[in-house]
């Protein structure tokens, strides 16, 4: 089993849908998660870490489920300034800050 | 007032040269990476320095040395380059070696011919 997976997608979308990705990870000690934002050709970004409870940002909402060994992403409401890889991220359960990607899911959303 | 940079963005160079990457963040953050992206678009974590100090250290060829001068620096120099080495690299840094997130630097695009 991969450290992180996440289904490739593409997800293809029309504006004001909502979608959904999950992301699975084999490690039982993993504390930290995240949401990383890549636009073509640039650097990814922190689009928001994620916590046991769930937590939301605007249109965004992210889940955790510790049993099951998964987080999810809900866009809501999509913009076509969404259309961009989503990576999941977790970490090693070290101290000395090991994240590992996962190979990122594309979204396209179109008019 | 960019929080992570590096240079060069884009390097062509031939199988067997020698080329360094810079990277240098102005954000205070004690701890540096190197990441590097293949062509099927995975990230993976090369080095880690927290304070100057090597702390993570995957199992990538000898032929890449990272070197940090200080804690606001970190560079990568490839000794030898292989046409496998194409990739893009990404620096990036964290407040704390503790799984923090990550700023990235914009990438270097290597390509080896």
């Known amino acids: 089993r991969k450290e992180v997976e996440q289904d490739p997608g593409p997800f293809n979308v029309p504006e004001g849908a909502t979608v959904a990705f999950n992301c699975t990870y084999s490690?039982?000690?993993?504390?930290?998660f995240f949401w990383y934002r890549q636009d073509c050709r640039k650097e990814p970004k922190l689009l928001m870490s994620?916590?046991?409870s769930g937590n939301e940002d605007g249109r965004f909402t992210a889940q955790l489920n510790r049993a099951s060994q998964y987080i999810s992403l809900l866009i809501r409401d999509s913009k076509l300034s969404d259309s961009a890889t989503y990576l999941c991220?977790?970490?090693?359960?070290?101290?000395?800050?090991?994240?590992?990607f996962g190979q990122g899911t594309i979204l396209t959303v179109h008019p | 007032d960019t929080a992570v940079s590096q240079t060069p963005k884009y390097l062509v160079t031939q199988m067997g040269n020698d080329k360094s990457i810079k990277c240098e963040q102005n954000?205070?953050?004690?701890?540096m990476y190197w990441y590097k992206q293949d062509s099927k678009k995975f990230l993976k974590i090369m080095f880690s320095?927290?304070?100057?100090?090597?702390?993570i250290n995957e199992t990538v060829p000898n032929r890449f040395s990272p070197k940090s001068p200080d804690k606001a620096h970190l560079n990568l120099h490839i000794n030898s380059l292989e046409l496998g080495d194409s990739a893009v690299y990404f620096c990036?840094?964290?407040?704390?070696?503790?799984?923090?997130?990550?700023?990235f630097g914009q990438g270097t695009r290597l390509t080896v011919v």
């Open positions: 990036a840094s964290s407040q704390l070696a503790s799984e923090m997130p990550l700023s």
């Open positions: 490690n039982s000690a993993s504390q930290s």
């Open positions: 994620v916590y046991s």
């Open positions: 991220v977790v970490g090693s359960g070290t101290s000395y800050g090991k994240l590992t």
């Open positions: 954000l205070g953050h004690d701890t």
């Open positions: 320095y927290n304070n100057k100090e090597l702390i």
